[in-house]
């Protein structure tokens, strides 16, 4: 189980809340049960949302282990110029 | 991903170095190939039709007397290009952009396209198109986009992120918030509030090389593309997208660049060549004027953004907020999100909170532009951080120390930070001899930090050496500031070879798997991550055929310094093996050598840089003239160090730009009224003093060599270094950027009335 804290916007989207605990052992299974167990998260995660794991940010390697005492935060997941 | 980017410490012997750049001298005679210099046999001129408003409905295109002019072969409309984005809503605002389906939605919005035998005949078609526009009220102001009755832009845009459902539609496409604790109680704890509104006008990025591309369709279905890009399989994936083509089918092929900074990161033209060229049957050519690429390709926001920040007397600051308000253009962006959650990224809070609108405008789609976002929001960020700072009787450079992000800090957009390096830039800044030189009568000096996250991303990379033992390095990351030197550094340093051996290539998009485009700063970052993977499996084969010469188990070959090296008392006999003996036997050894790498280069950490600005200012004009400006920023591990001089002093130069003078100017009619760099000016060699650069080296911990990206930062401070340099020289604190003649004047004069 890994407590996965959300950005504002996103936390309004999961119902108001800031935290969610999730059973994921890696990124790819994190969005998958973000999805089933937040509905209204799926969208937010179709157009793509970045992973802090202990300040380092994943935007593209799902298969990112989660480890059980890391920070975990979802931002939103931007684009360079 | 078969590869471990982690971070080890090692001595260079090519990385580090400063070698000659090798596009340098066919740059500098004119041989090198840009996105015009390209031809094909029979090839037609492309031409598009542009709105002459800033929103109006349209009615109908005749199109029957152009096409019947001679040398006009194809004319197109929106309905050549049929909608296959399938419910993607940001490609079809692509689509849409590309060519105006139902509405122009600003000055400049194609509406239709000729391909004529020439360019005269093109231009007289296009005066044979007629449209029947049914012109609307429109809106190019971000405060007044936001207003009760303003025009409504896109009827079908609700605002998302707010807390009950909207029930009308709106021009703000999206709010967002970031922060942490309670801003109302830090607030309550302060000694000195310093609370102001700040504004930026639009801005274009500026390249000298408009867009230019050829397109060619074959009647077999496929294409070929050639053109100006920063990421032709980007390009490649949008255009095949566009015109319901399988990508595999279209090659494209990018030609040097001439600047694009984030501009050249969306499609505009190149899907509407296509769609010529495929009615034409012939190679279209399409070429942007100066004033196409102010008009309809994409500037960066306009802004309006509002701080209050708090802080104790011993310089604690408490609380920190903003609002802030970007222009989109026509279509929904993110780029207020950007905004706020770069805008407090190089503090210590306890109590923040940004909240961003995104605002559709009738004015051009908004693209990235280097660091998106970010500058914009350090300008009002760091100017009242600079107020506060004075309020609270500290140097400005010891009161942003005091505050400044560490390592185990939350910051203001979420994540807690690992190491990052806004404390070393800042403590650099402090030793600095710029800082303590004498200043003279109306000059001024600032300082400002800047935040950015740079990115990683999909990246394909092929190593393969010849039977001379000399390398070709194939990548598909376009070159936009030096990547073919560094990289080649990078996989001379792997393999043990000179620099001189290898040859780095932008390869098309049929020689290599998919690479994300050069953006976030990635490019050196990423495709050095995936040569040095690339170069470690092409090592892997090489002691494998050493092992063969030998007659050995490959577990007894290292590599070292270029060679094969067979270890063990045994094998005592051996001589080396170099790269190029084995390169010469691989015909019999197995066939060619080579390393191929495909991954995802995430983990590019944070940026962070801090400036240092010397302004004089006229009181009598209000012109100004930098004197003296200092970058100073973590590179993480410098590749080629002058290019990363070259990317600190380009982001500088560009920010004194935005800062001093380049600003997008709509009349009243909603029409650009400086669509050309005699109107628009961006600074010039003589506008500029020589702009110092300081390179800190703090390794990122998710790169082999700790190399991060460096292409981005470097313009997030100057809008704010600058503003703080001209408040001080002229005694007024300035909040509108440009801050050109005409405004500064005006601020002196407000402040001499009283």
């Known amino acids: 189980m890994v407590e996965v804290t959300l950005w504002g916007s996103l936390g309004r989207a999961a119902g108001g809340t800031s935290t969610l605990d999730i059973e994921a052992k890696d990124i790819r299974e994190l969005f998958r049960k973000l999805g089933e167990q937040h509905p209204g998260l799926q969208p937010w995660i179709d157009r793509g949302i970045a992973v802090s794991i202990d300040g380092t940010i994943y935007r593209d390697t799902w298969s990112k282990e989660l480890p059980q005492d890391a920070e975990i935060f979802l931002l939103p997941r931007l684009a360079g110029g | 991903m078969n590869f471990d980017p982690r971070y080890s410490a090692r001595n260079f012997t090519a990385v580090g170095t400063r070698p000659v750049r090798p596009d340098g001298i066919d740059k500098v005679t004119g041989r090198a190939r840009y996105g015009a210099d390209f031809n094909m046999a029979g090839q037609l001129v492309g031409r598009i039709l542009r709105s002459p408003h800033a929103h109006a409905r349209i009615r109908k295109i005749d199109t029957s007397k152009a096409e019947k002019l001679p040398g006009v072969k194809a004319v197109i409309t929106a309905a050549d290009l049929p909608d296959f984005t399938n419910g993607d809503a940001a490609m079809y605002d692509i689509l849409d952009n590309c060519m105006a389906r139902k509405k122009a939605l600003y000055d400049g919005h194609a509406v239709a396209a000729v391909a004529a035998i020439d360019a005269r005949t093109a231009r007289q078609a296009l005066k044979l198109i007629e449209v029947d526009y049914e012109v609307l009220a ?151 004027t100066r004033d196409e690429v102010f008009r309809a390709s994409g500037p960066t926001s306009a802004t309006s953004i509002d701080v209050r920040i708090g802080a104790r007397k011993d310089g604690t600051i408490t609380a920190a907020e903003a609002t802030l308000r970007y222009s989109c253009g026509p279509y929904a962006g993110s780029w207020a999100e950007v905004g706020a959650m770069t805008a407090f990224a190089c503090y210590k809070l306890e109590n923040v909170k940004t909240v961003g609108y995104e605002v559709l405008v009738n004015r051009p789609k908004t693209a990235a532009y280097r660091a998106p976002s970010a500058p914009m929001a350090a300008f009002a960020v760091e100017s009242a951080i600079d107020e506060l700072a004075k309020q609270v009787g500290m140097d400005p450079v010891d009161f942003r120390i005091k505050n400044a992000a560490q390592e185990g800090t939350r910051s203001s957009y979420g994540p807690v930070y690992g190491p990052i390096g806004i404390g070393p830039t800042l403590e650099a800044v402090k030793n600095h001899p710029h800082m303590k030189a004498p200043l003279g009568k109306n000059q001024g000096r600032g300082m400002a930090c800047g935040f950015w996250f740079n990115f990683g991303g999909q990246t394909c990379t092929d190593l393969n050496i010849g039977m001379d033992g000399s390398v070709s390095l194939a990548v598909g990351t376009i070159d936009v500031g030096g990547s073919r030197a560094s990289l080649s550094l990078i996989a001379a340093e792997e393999l043990g070879i000179a620099y001189e051996h290898v040859k780095a290539v932008v390869a098309d998009t049929s020689s290599l798997g998919y690479n994300d485009m050069t953006d976030g700063s990635r490019g050196t970052f990423s495709t050095s991550m995936a040569t040095i993977s690339a170069a470690r499996n092409a090592i892997r084969t090489l002691r494998e055929r050493a092992a063969q010469m030998w007659d050995i188990s490959v577990d007894d070959v290292a590599w070292e310094h270029g060679h094969a090296v067979a270890k063990g008392e045994k094998h005592g006999n051996l001589g080396k093996l170099s790269l190029k003996e084995i390169a010469a036997a691989s015909g019999t050894t197995g066939g060619p050598i080579a390393g191929h790498s495909e991954l995802v280069a995430d983990g590019a950490g944070v940026s962070f840089a801090t400036h240092i600005c010397d302004i004089e200012v006229d009181p009598e004009t209000g012109a100004t003239r930098v004197l003296r400006y200092t970058v100073v920023q973590d590179a993480g591990k410098a590749v080629h160090p002058t290019y990363v001089e070259g990317q600190y002093q380009g982001g500088a130069a560009q920010g004194i730009g935005w800062a001093l003078n380049e600003e997008y100017i709509y009349g009243k009619d909603g029409r650009l009224q400086n669509p050309g760099f005699l109107d628009y000016r961006i600074p010039v060699c003589s506008d500029l003093p020589m702009i110092d650069t300081q390179i800190l080296e703090i390794p990122n911990p998710n790169h082999p060599y700790g190399v991060r990206g460096v292409g981005e930062t470097s313009i997030v401070p100057p809008l704010a270094a600058i503003a703080n340099a001209l408040s001080n020289a002229a005694g007024v604190r300035m909040t509108h950027i440009p801050m050109s003649p005409p405004r500064v004047l005006a601020a002196l004069e407000a402040a001499r009335e009283g």
């Open chain 2, 138 to 288: 429109h809106v190019t102001d971000v405060d007044e986009a936001m207003k009760h009755g303003a025009p409504l832009i896109n009827d079908a845009v609700f605002t998302e992120g707010l807390d009950e459902k909207p029930v009308k539609p709106s021009n703000v496409t999206k709010r967002s918030q970031f922060g942490h604790g309670d801003v109302h109680a830090g607030f309550g704890h302060a000694d000195f509030v310093v609370e102001r509104s700040f504004r930026t006008e639009q801005t274009h990025q500026g390249y000298i090389e408009p867009h230019a591309c050829v397109a060619s369709a074959n009647a077999d279905g496929t294409a070929d593309l050639w053109v100006c890009t920063q990421g032709h399989f980007v390009y490649r994936q949008h255009c095949a997208q566009l015109l319901g083509m399988d990508a595999s089918k279209l090659r494209v092929t990018s030609s040097e660049i001439g600047g694009g900074f984030g501009g050249k990161t969306h499609v505009w033209a190149e899907p509407v060549a296509l769609a010529l060229s495929r009615k034409a049957g012939r190679p279209v050519k399409l070429v942007m």
